[in-house]
């Protein structure tokens, strides 16, 4: 049985994937296959929040694509406190990939790949990624 990685995509990964035909969707699509992808609350507030202010979104097509998201991903209970990031704002993103035990966390947020690894998560670029499960 192949390894199965446990990811986090971070929302801005999403909403490549959901936005443009391009890389991260390509990757979203090999990742689906075979590995496990675990979402928050946050990320997906998040997602829904972006695709209506910042694309422009009508309000039912973010959301629809937001349940999208959720129907996707596995669950994720945040409950730890964690202050690791330099931009406060990101320390939920990690505290999602802590609490969802991943192994990875697939993100484009410059303050999150400056960590490079954070309690055992490797914090990686969607390219970075892509290597990784197309060599397992």
């Known amino acids: 049985m192949p390894y199965r990685v446990r990811v986090l995509l971070d929302s801005n990964v999403w909403l490549a994937v959901l936005t443009v035909d391009?890389?991260?969707?390509?990757?979203?699509?090999?990742?689906?296959r075979d590995h496990t992808v675990r979402a928050s609350l946050e990320i997906l507030d998040e997602i829904e929040e972006k695709l209506r202010l910042k694309f422009g979104f009508h309000p039912r097509h973010a959301r629809l694509l937001t349940l999208f998201v959720q129907r996707q991903t596995l669950a994720v209970e945040v409950i730890s406190q964690v202050r690791a990031c330099r931009d406060p704002d990101d320390n939920h993103i990690l505290a999602a990939a802590l609490d969802g035990n991943c192994s990875h966390l697939v993100t484009?947020?410059?303050?999150?790949?400056?960590?490079?690894?954070?309690?055992?998560?490797?914090?990686v670029t969607p390219r970075a990624f892509m290597e990784l499960i197309s060599r397992v």
């Not at 391009?22 to 090999?30: D, L, S, T, V, Y």
């Not at 484009?108 to 914090?123: K, P, Q, V, W, Y």
């Open 22 to 32: 391009g890389f991260c969707r390509r990757m979203w699509r090999k990742l689906r």
């Open 108 to 123: 484009g947020d410059s303050d999150l790949l400056a960590l490079r690894e954070f309690a055992g998560i490797n914090i």
